[in-house]
């Protein structure tokens, strides 16, 4: 299997701009996670996703942030307009069911100037 | 609600000794226990996880773990620690089955293997 497949991997905008984050996660598995990880602030979990539907969105920062799950096998975070301070890793993690094992992606490096 | 207690930001032993990363949660119903350990520039990977039965388990790259229930702990060890072992470590626990899907991270530790 190829693993929890996100892109791009690294993303430098100026801001003001619009980002967007994709995530293919395992196949076969039904809930999918969106973190991000900062010096500062750690991970956290920005929304999750069971069976393609949110379940819970709470991490959102606010609303320049958005979610979707289109399908079983794709996912993308988009943050519009983005700020200095969305700088940060982004991970995307995909698991089989409740309460198992998360399996993590490489993550995206964003980067806001 | 669940929480993580890592005990240690930052840890360092030397080559060759005994690693032991410190691990409390509180859960109000039997937990899911997890480590994972994130190598730089990398994204997090399982080490090893206890669901239900033995209470030590192993995990990968000589690391294991023992949950104890009555001490609510779930501490990781290594008996001799490796140059390569030096990353940053992240318990975690989830909730039930019937609870839905919350993993709940600690904050990390970051290991430093000294030579």
Request: hydrophobic share 35%.
């Amino acid at each position: 299997d190829a693993g929890v497949i996100q892109s791009p991997r690294h993303e430098v905008t100026e801001m003001g701009q619009e980002v967007t984050l994709r995530c293919k996660p395992i196949s076969g598995h039904n809930s999918l996670f969106w973190y991000r990880q900062t010096m500062m602030r750690g991970l956290e979990l920005l929304i999750y996703f069971n069976n393609n539907v949110p379940i819970d969105d709470s991490g959102m920062p606010e609303d320049r942030f958005s979610a979707k799950m289109p399908n079983a096998s794709f996912s993308t975070l988009k943050i519009q307009p983005s700020e200095p301070r969305d700088s940060a890793v982004y991970f995307c993690a995909s698991s089989l069911r409740p309460p198992y094992e998360q399996y993590f992606g490489p993550g995206t490096r964003l980067t806001v100037t | 609600a669940q929480s993580v207690t890592q005990l240690g930001s930052h840890v360092s032993v030397s080559e060759g000794a005994l690693v032991l990363l410190r691990c409390n949660y509180s859960s109000s119903v039997p937990p899911y226990l997890f480590w994972y350990v994130q190598y730089p520039n990398q994204g997090l990977q399982l080490l090893l996880k206890y669901t239900t039965g033995a209470t030590l388990v192993k995990g990968i790259n000589g690391f294991e773990a023992e949950f104890k229930k009555s001490e609510t702990s779930f501490h990781l060890t290594k008996p001799s620690a490796h140059m390569s072992d030096a990353a940053e470590y992240f318990c975690a626990v989830s909730e039930g089955r019937g609870a839905g899907n919350q993993f709940y991270f600690g904050t990390g530790t970051s290991l430093t293997v000294i030579p």
